[in-house]
């Protein structure tokens, strides 16, 4: 099993930042990827970025080049650095981690509003 704790997120006003955190214990050496979903209210559960253990990174179009997504392999962390944000960046976001099965966090809330 693979435990995720997220930390962060919060109420931002528009073209603010947000750090989001994510720290991943238990059988980690089974992890082969790590990353940050989202989901808007009444919006399916979308995928925002992904790093693998030898850093390979995934962004979805909508994020690039606002968000940037990083992991420590020695911490078994992995952090959103979030800027220039948009009220339709609102959502709940959930720590993700690959392994044997899919493993999520708890979630965490980010608010975009003015």
């Known amino acids: 099993q693979v435990q995720l704790v997220e930390s962060g997120g919060g109420l931002v006003q528009p073209g603010g930042s947000l750090r989001l955190s994510c720290a991943a214990s238990?059988?980690?050496?089974?992890?082969?990827?790590l990353g940050w979903y989202r989901q808007a209210p009444g919006k399916q559960r979308e995928l925002v970025a992904t790093i693998t253990w030898a850093k390979r990174i995934t962004y979805t179009d909508s994020v690039k080049g606002r968000f940037t997504i990083s992991r420590d392999n020695a911490k078994n962390t992995v952090d959103l650095q979030m800027s220039s944000l948009k009220p339709e960046d609102t959502a709940v976001y959930y720590c993700?981690?690959?392994?044997?099965?899919?493993?999520w966090g708890q979630g965490t809330h980010v608010t975009v509003s003015s």
């Open positions: 238990g059988n980690i050496f089974t992890i082969s990827k």
């Open positions: 993700y981690a690959a392994g044997n099965q899919d493993y």
